[in-house]
């Protein structure tokens, strides 16, 4: 599952695991801010380069700690 705010992003990934013959994953444009998915719905959260752009860096770390299931982890 990958998320971004950009959708030339997305299309980029997609491009990506088209072009490595790679089975096709969830991509979808949308805010870390308010992530479109229920609480507690991911063993790992990773968020590369993302921080440092947000308009609400505590936001973004309150909705990925929200979509985390108990004990997971989180790489930023």
Same mark, same amino acid.
């Given at each position: ?13 997609? &491009?990506? $695991?088209?072009?490595? !013959? ?7 444009? @949308?805010? @870390? ?6 609480? @507690?719905? $991911?063993? %790992? %959260?990773?968020?590369? !380069? ?8 505590? #936001? ?5 700690? #929200?979509?985390? &299931?108990? !004990? !997971?982890? @989180?790489? $930023?």
């Amino acid at each position: 599952t990958g998320v971004d705010l950009a959708e030339t992003a997305i299309e980029l990934a997609r &491009k990506n $695991f088209a072009l490595h !013959g790679l089975e096709p994953v969830e991509l979808r444009v @949308a805010n @870390a801010e308010a992530l479109p998915y229920p609480d @507690a719905s $991911f063993d %790992v %959260v990773y968020g590369h !380069g993302v921080v440092q752009y947000t308009a609400d860096p505590a #936001r973004l770390l309150a909705e990925c700690h #929200r979509v985390l &299931k108990p !004990g !997971g982890t @989180a790489i $930023f």
